[in-house]
């Protein structure tokens, strides 16, 4: 079964609004999480590494006030694309590691923006 | 700057014959290296790893050959099999962060 799960699977949002991301480490607890981003047959972008407790470091190029990242918890981090417009859509992954031979990644969740 | 290059798009292999996906890289601080399989909008599944301390590791099909001089990694899945078919990331690491550095991907198709 999944260790990492992200919710939603799937989201359409309007463009201008948020949309949140959650990602949950079942079974474990997740001092890091990271974020990618996918686009259409292209690799997976590193976005962001995400803190437990602290705030997320950012990739050169994300825009963090766009990309809002929490990781209240040892078992959920979220991420919020704000003010999202059509060029935000794109598939979203996270992954969390149990130890540095370990990782495991959510489903990802794909973000269209209408 | 890509550190991490898969130069192949796309290889098709014939059922019960070898794949061999390569994977080079530019940054000599990578310390780990990591296979993964991947559907459209799906998350990675984990394949096989290797460490820089060694130049093979194996398990079950599929083989990972490290080459740090050349700083190349290849893959390789042997027999091949119509399963198989997916596309194929390789990732790079350095340092115990589970910050992870992807190649472009491979499409491997596997005809039966």
């Known amino acids: 079964g999944a260790v990492v799960s992200q919710h939603p699977s799937w989201v359409i949002c309007k463009s201008g609004t948020s949309v949140k991301i959650e990602c949950r480490s079942l079974?474990?607890?997740?001092?890091?999480m990271f974020w990618y981003r996918q686009f259409p047959k292209q690799s997976l972008m590193l976005m962001a590494t995400s803190n437990e407790g602290s705030k997320a470091t950012y990739e050169q190029g994300v825009e963090k006030d766009k990309f809002l990242i929490n990781h209240a918890s040892l078992t959920l981090s979220t991420l919020t694309v704000t003010s999202a417009h059509p060029e935000d859509s794109s598939f979203y992954i996270c992954?969390?590691?149990?130890?540095?031979?370990?990782?495991?990644f959510g489903e990802g969740s794909w973000l269209t923006v209408v | 700057d890509q550190q991490v290059k898969q130069n192949s798009p796309s290889l098709s292999v014939q059922e019960g014959r070898i794949s061999i996906l390569n994977c080079d890289y530019t940054?000599?601080?990578?310390?780990?290296f990591l296979w993964y399989k991947k559907y459209p909008a799906e998350g990675p599944t984990f394949l096989i790893s290797i460490s820089s301390i060694k130049d093979k590791n194996e398990d079950g099909r599929f083989t990972v050959f490290l080459n740090k001089s050349a700083k190349h990694l290849s893959l390789h899945i042997v027999p091949s099999q119509p399963g198989d078919s997916a596309v194929y990331f390789c990732a790079a690491s350095s340092g115990n962060t589970g910050k992870l550095i992807f190649g472009q991907g491979t499409t491997l198709q596997v005809k039966p």
């Open positions: 992954s969390a590691s149990l130890h540095r031979n370990t990782i495991y």
């Open positions: 079974d474990f607890q997740a001092t890091t």
């Open positions: 940054n000599s601080m990578f310390d780990y």
